[in-house]
């Protein structure tokens, strides 16, 4: 049962073009149902809808008897049906612009790699050593026995990169910006978000029992409207956060502008660096880089080490006594585990290797440049985005789910994006240029792209 499944490759009629060397087990099939994609994108549930609505699978008062249950069902019961599930697709391989998914070679164009580091060989030496040296994980959370020399490393050269005074690390970029709202901020304080600020900054505010108010994408008038609000109303403290790369639009924070209403109004700045971090900026340190801004002109600067860093992880930087009250006053560092040895190992290499190799941002400007173009060319309108992150904006979700299946089906993978992730009405294909990409995906980028239109026309696109 558990040995290799048929391999797909040139003496295999039914391999579909199964990169080489690739095989399936039969438990990755009794996992997911398939041994082909196509199969996937048709069933990935092992039969659990086959065919049967929301209403005969969710018993009336039962635990999954919810609005947001039941509209998923439904939309699972009406796209398998059309082979239209494009979501947690199981890759064969290491993720990069060339990979493969149940065996069968797809180009990526959604990956957050922006580097291209993932597969490194210095970061898989230093991933190594650091396994060897520590084991598999630390045994514990941050503030007891979880903190390894290592981790006090990457914090210090983390910190001197971003232009801070300190740094905390933690498994997750979510983790960061939770445990930067709720230790800081209360219920007599209000939050002022960008409406396209990333979901765990609301979260944080939910659960800091903040009064939560956001104002328009990047529209300053708007802020400063809320910011006098908040002051005639006699908030205790005012927090005002926002990306500063907006992850589905790939567009900047005026971070000047807000630093400048932020002072007027005496709010406090938080500004999420997780798509900026490799990403921006000349040696790719980020918005404060990239806009000419103090990096000491804001508060609390989160991030993520999972994107342009190629490892898991998040950040809260700032001065020394933000670290210091970090550490021992939030949650996430008192109660969940410390990032693993392997985790912090990778991100202090990753680091090194983008001081040392300037070589990976000057590619991806290029690569970035490339996409743009290309898509133009096209005509399709990438809307304001300055970054590596390039959306293709298609409305209704069902059209974003049909275009995907269809870039799927020739061979390049990309992602639908709909509500919650967007605004409904604006979903879309989230595409990213990467340092890793060569002039030969970008061809079949646009040619599967181009093959696509009569899709698009139905689509209302083009």
């Known amino acids: 049962m558990n040995g290799p499944a048929e391999s797909g490759g040139p003496g295999d009629p039914g391999g579909n073009g199964r990169e080489p060397g690739v095989t399936l087990t039969a438990a990755m099939a009794a996992v997911h149902g398939a041994r082909h ?15 049967r609505s929301g209403d005969e699978l969710i018993a009336e008062g039962s635990l999954l008897d919810h609005p947001n249950v039941r509209r998923w069902f439904e939309l699972f019961d009406a796209g398998l049906a059309e082979s239209l599930y494009t979501y947690q697709l199981p890759l064969s391989t290491a993720s990069g612009p060339s990979s493969a998914v149940l065996g ?27 396994v060897d040296r520590y084991g598999t994980s630390t045994g514990g959370v941050r503030l007891l026995t979880g903190t ?7 914090e210090h050269e983390l910190a001197q990169f971003l232009g801070q005074e300190g ?12 445990a930067a709202i709720t230790s800081l901020f209360g219920p007599n304080d209000v939050a002022i978000l960008d409406q396209y600020a990333h ?22 008038d708007d802020l400063e409207r809320r910011l006098r609000q908040a002051r005639n109303r006699g908030a205790e403290r005012i927090l005002v956060a926002v990306d500063s790369v907006f992850s589905m639009d790939g567009d900047q924070a005026p971070i000047a502008d807000i630093v400048a209403l932020k002072r007027k109004y005496g709010a406090f700045l938080l500004v999420d660096e997780a798509h900026a971090l490799g990403a921006i900026g000349r040696t790719g340190r980020g918005v404060c880089e990239e806009q000419n801004i ?6 609390i600067l989160t991030g993520s080490l999972s994107k342009g860093i190629p490892s898991s992880g998040g950040f809260v930087a700032g001065s020394r006594g933000l670290k210091i009250y970090i550490q021992h006053g939030s949650a996430p560092y008192m109660f969940s585990a410390a990032m693993t040895p392997a985790n912090a190992a990778a991100s202090l290499e990753s ?12 590619r991806l400007r290029r690569n970035t440049a490339t996409l743009k173009n290309g898509l133009t060319e096209l005509g399709f309108d990438t809307g304001a985005s300055t970054t590596p992150v ?35 009405g604006q979903a879309r294909l989230r595409l990213c240029a990467t340092a890793a990409h060569e002039p030969a995906h970008f061809e079949r980028l646009f040619t599967a792209l181009a093959e696509c239109e009569h899709a698009m026309e139905v689509a209302g696109v083009r």
């Open 37 to 51: 994609l196509r199969e996937y994108t048709r069933d990935p549930f092992l039969g659990f809808f086959n065919g």
């Open 104 to 130: 069968e070679p797809l180009i990526m164009f959604s990956s957050y790699s922006y580097l291209g580091l993932i597969g490194h060989p210095r970061i898989a030496r230093a991933v190594k050593e650091a």
């Open 148 to 154: 390894l020399e290592l981790h006090h490393e990457l």
């Open 167 to 178: 740094a905390a690390t933690f498994a997750s970029g979510y983790d960061a910006n939770i």
């Open 199 to 220: 979901q765990s900054i609301h979260d944080g505010v939910r659960m800091a029992g903040c009064e939560n108010r956001r104002f328009k994408h990047n529209d300053m």
């Open 294 to 299: 103090d990096p000491s002109d804001i508060d």
């Open 351 to 362: 680091l090194r290797i983008l001081q040392e190799e300037p070589e990976h941002m000057e």
């Open 390 to 424: 390039l959306p293709l904006l298609l409305g209704d979700e069902w059209r974003a789910y049909r275009v995907a299946r269809e870039m799927l089906e020739r061979g390049i993978f990309v992602s639908a994006v709909v509500y919650p992730a967007v605004s409904p």
